[in-house]
């Protein structure tokens, strides 16, 4: 697994800056159509609450992860990258908050996709724990 293209930045692949960026890269996808990305949860972090990451930030993450896959897809198909907004979050659990320095692994994958609107199963693990899932209702400003 991995990209082909290790020179592309984060920031080429969704429209968030700092200091709003909650993913660090997007690791590609694999052979079952699986997304990954990863993240290494920063100090100063604005969804930090006693130096860990809020349910909020996890959110926002699962869909940063989701914006790096569709960025990835439209630079490999030589389009436009669109804006895309959460529709909604459903069956989002949260074992337990990642402190300052954990470093999370997201999979994501589509489940269905008519049109602009995709729904995405999302998994965050930290080490080989589990620590959050969702599912988002995304869509796509094309």
Known sequence: ???????VTIEELIPQRQPMILV??????????????????PEGNLF???????????IEHM?????????????????EIPIGYIGAVSRFAAGRLPAVGTQLHTSLRIIQQLGNLSLAAVRIEAGNETIARGELKIYLNA
Do not use: P, Y
């Open 1 to 7: 697994m991995g990209i082909s293209e290790k020179t």
């Open 63 to 79: 869909a940063q992860s989701a914006a790096a896959r569709t960025g990835w897809e439209c630079r490999q198909n030589g389009s």
């Open 24 to 41: 660090d890269t997007f690791d590609g996808i694999d052979a079952e159509g699986v997304s990954h990305t990863s993240f290494t949860v």
């Open 48 to 58: 930090l609450e006693k130096n860990r990451l809020t349910e909020c930030g996890l």
